[in-house]
């Protein structure tokens, strides 16, 4: 994701108490890292038992829904140095209009007519 560089830090502090309160654990450790010149941001959430497909789901969930809404609100950008990939793309619309979401689809079906280069990953 990418956010102004005004809460390129706050949201990882709100993602820990976020996820510290909604599962009542208290060794979360949440880390940010990444480009601060343009505001890329790379979000880093682990703890203890996240090998458990079950709350690994709860977790991941929780913390998308609520990181793209915080992204969202900030006017930042869900989707930055990487791409949209396999996560992303039902959230695209939160920081891209439906104009700008159109003319992707057109750039990468002009290089991509027939839909093999990372199928399903780029765009909804």
Do not use: C, W
């Amino acid at each position: 994701m990418s956010l102004p560089a005004a809460n390129y830090y706050e949201i990882v502090e709100a993602t820990r108490a976020k996820l510290g309160s909604e599962f009542d654990l208290p060794d979360i450790i949440t880390t940010g890292y990444g480009h601060i010149g343009d505001g890329n941001l790379h979000l880093n959430v682990s703890l203890k038992g996240y090998e458990d497909k079950e709350l690994q789901a709860k977790v991941s969930e929780a913390t998308d829904d609520f990181v793209m809404n915080y992204v969202r609100e900030y006017k930042g950008s869900v989707s930055a140095e990487h791409g949209v990939g396999l996560q992303k793309p039902k959230y695209l619309h939160y920081s891209k209009s439906a104009g700008a979401i159109k003319l992707m689809h057109s750039i990468k079906n002009s290089f991509d007519p027939n839909g093999i280069m990372n199928p399903y990953k780029v765009l909804p």
